[in-house]
């Protein structure tokens, strides 16, 4: 039996763009002391990559009040945090920036691969890529809200696009309660396990598709794994079960949520900013954008970070924590 909750959620977790206000109510900029520290843990490693680097060897003992703070907001508060103003090509180049993004990110959790090649730091840009395997992050398209496979993914802002590439957030705890309030016949919907679509980055054996649900209720605590895109792209696999009318509804119905005025909160990251989204209690976008051909610092260039904390985060039903070990760690179970 599939445990489902047919109170709305409350909390901090549950926020529209309009509770939140102006950016200096979530936004945490670095400071000179800040700064100063990574100054003095990068001197330690002016041959290494970032890949290359432990905790230990990247110590942050001022700035990991700091994280811990990060941490609270993302895991009982709001769900996103925004670090801003690095001072990246200014202070640091592209790979020492890298390496302080790196070390932050090792001292929320464990950095887990993004895709099946193994990638500890993803690039997002536009590589002009086309076709229905092609990642959504290697192209210039506007994305439809979703989350990723994991705890926390985090985005930092090398170079921003000409134009467009506006980062927006939203609480998929205000989407749950919406749905409730609107059409509570449709919350068994939400539990349902679906055949969602891998997207190219399936491990060996497995048919292209894996089983998820888009919302579950486990010791007290809701979480969602927000993938309507990806539920619906399956049915292209002759051996997926079409979806009935009601169903399609409903993630129709769910994927309006996010765009009605007022519900996502938009963040224009910039360069040397740092983005950190709990993927259990938020969903996240990104408009269009367009690329200057002629100036390279305005050809949008992320890097992007996948942080796992299977023993310290919140308890997930089974096919969530699944995906703690990241995508190319993954062995095909068809019930998983």
């Known amino acids: 039996m599939v445990d489902i909750l047919r109170e709305p959620v409350t909390g901090r977790s549950v926020w529209t ?44 003992p001022s700035f990991s009040e700091k994280v811990r703070d990060v941490l609270d907001e993302l895991e009982h508060g709001t769900g996103f945090v925004l670090l801003r103003g690095l001072p990246i090509h200014d202070r640091y180049s592209a790979e020492e920036a890298a390496k302080i993004y790196w070390a932050i990110g090792l001292h929320l959790g464990e950095l887990v691969p993004q ?51 506006i980062s927006l957030v939203a609480s998929a705890m205000a989407l749950y309660n919406i749905v409730l309030d609107e059409h509570p016949e449709w919350l068994d919907v939400l539990y349902k396990r679906f055949p969602t679509d891998w997207v190219s980055e399936e491990p060996p054996g497995s048919p292209g598709w894996y089983y998820s649900r888009l919302y579950s209720y486990v010791d007290g605590l809701l979480s969602a794994a927000y993938r309507t895109g990806r539920i619906l792209s399956a049915t292209r696999f002759p051996d997926v079960p079409r979806l009935s009318a009601r169903e399609v509804a409903c993630l129709l119905f769910l994927d309006e949520i996010p765009t009605r005025p007022g519900v996502a909160l938009d963040m224009t990251l910039e360069v040397g900013d740092i983005q950190f989204v709990n993927n259990f209690v938020t969903v996240h976008s990104r408009t269009g954008f367009v690329d200057d051909p002629d100036d390279p610092a305005f050809q949008r260039h992320l890097l992007r970070l996948w942080v796992s904390r299977p023993d ?25």
């Open 115 to 165: 895709n099946r090649r193994g990638e500890l730091i993803g690039h997002i840009r536009n590589l002009g890529a086309k076709g229905h395997n092609t990642r959504g992050y290697a192209t210039a398209s506007a994305a439809a809200f979703h989350t990723d496979q994991t705890d926390i993914v985090g985005l930092m802002c090398l170079r921003p696009a000409r134009s467009g590439g």
């Open 17 to 60: 763009a309009a509770d939140i206000g102006a950016e200096d109510s979530y936004a945490r900029r670095f400071t000179e002391d800040d700064l100063q520290e990574f100054d003095r843990a990068l001197a330690g490693v002016r041959e290494r990559s970032a890949p290359e680097l432990s905790k230990r060897d990247f110590p942050l």
């Open 312 to 336: 310290t985060g919140r308890v997930v039903c089974p096919e969530y924590h699944y995906w703690r070990s990241g995508i190319s760690r993954l062995e095909w179970a068809r019930s998983a």
